[in-house]
């Protein structure tokens, strides 16, 4: 049963104002942003018009319907839901030590004692996300993406000894699956199960799609390295402060894997903006694997959270509407009907 949705309020969160942010001043202020699906996030005001991002891990704000994995909390799986406190601060911790930004912590809490679930205060970034920015003057933007370009190559070249979360591989620990390609594979026909069983069209076209998937899979060649990659690194993922410096934002995901995987996300969420960021040593046989896999990723994973009560379900809809029109792009010959 989904848990009841509880929204967090000034009184709420005033305990948490406090340890974060001290007693000087107090919460004139709450509101929940837009974006988060699997946790809270919230803007609060204070009473000399400052503000911090609170970020909430708690099953009342998390919209993806739970699955006994989940339950699990396996961060041995690199898919499994990117959703915790502990993931969270894995990844600010290896984007600190590479000097990649992300919003400074002010505090980051598992104790429960200001708040009944894991919480952590940071930074409010003014500005606008560069998905916004890129929209109103590209042109002006050139610093930033070529910043957001090195931020990236950092990241890519910063290699893992094995692939998997930061916070498992911190600890020792190794993912599930012999490869980085066979965990794609595994993961690109479970998607295909699960949208053909909610969408007509891709159950007409299922045998077709999982031919191609094995066939793409088939002409990727083993490899061992595996850089630091955020994971869902789109323009809405990255905020840009005051000197132009790109912020990257819900890092939970990060993880060493195939910089292809990256790359792949990027390119469907950056468009023509895509350029500033492109480099020459990608494995185009890989990439184009990996573009397929992410595309059923993006029909099958927004389908499941409209099981539940997402509210944005047009704005979900119009995902699952573009990449299965992508996906069905990759057959010999459409078969839409």
């Not at 005033?14 to 709450?30: F, I, P, Y």
């Not at 699990?72 to 590479?98: C, K, V």
């Not at 992300?102 to 500005?127: C, F, K, M, Q, T």
């Not at 990255?238 to 910089?259: K, T, W, Y």
Request: proline share 5%.
């Amino acid at each position: 049963m989904d848990a009841v949705r509880r929204v967090a309020t000034r009184d709420r969160l005033a305990g948490v104002a406090r340890a974060a942010l001290g007693t000087e001043h107090r919460v004139t202020g709450v509101s929940r942003l837009r974006g988060g699906s699997k946790k809270g996030v919230y803007r609060l005001t204070l009473d000399n018009d400052s503000t911090a991002i609170v970020y909430i891990w708690d099953d009342t704000e998390n919209y993806w319907p739970t699955t006994r994995a989940d339950q699990a909390d396996n961060h041995a799986d690199p898919f499994s839901p990117a959703s915790g406190i502990e993931l969270f601060e894995a990844a600010h911790r290896h984007l600190d030590t590479l000097d990649i930004r992300s919003p400074r912590i002010l505090l980051a809490d598992r104790s429960r004692s200001h708040y009944p679930a894991d919480i952590a205060v940071v930074e409010d970034v003014p500005g606008e996300n560069l998905e916004t920015l890129l929209r109103q003057d590209p042109r002006s933007l050139e610093t930033t993406m070529a910043r957001l370009a090195e931020a990236l190559g950092a990241m890519q070249r910063h290699q893992g000894p094995r692939f998997g979360k930061v916070a498992l591989i911190d600890k020792g620990g190794t993912s599930e699956g012999s490869s980085c390609e066979q965990v794609v594979l595994d993961r690109a026909l479970d998607d295909l199960a699960e949208a053909a069983s909610r969408d007509p069209r891709i159950t007409r076209s299922r045998d077709h799609l999982e031919h191609v998937v094995r066939a793409l899979a088939a002409t990727v060649r083993p490899r061992s390295q595996h850089g630091l990659i955020h994971g869902e690194l789109g323009p809405d993922h990255v905020l840009v402060d005051r000197d132009g410096q790109p912020v990257l934002i819900d890092i939970e995901g990060l993880m060493f894997f195939d910089i292809e995987w990256e790359h792949a996300f990027l390119r469907l969420r950056f468009g023509d903006h895509y350029r500033w960021l492109d480099r020459n040593d990608l494995d185009e046989q890989r990439l184009t694997f990996y573009t397929l896999a992410m595309r059923l990723s993006l029909v099958a994973g927004p389908l499941r959270l409209l099981d539940g009560d997402f509210p944005d379900r047009d704005f979900m809809m119009g995902i699952v509407e573009h990449n299965l029109q992508e996906a069905l792009a990759f057959l010999p010959s459409n078969p839409m009907a």
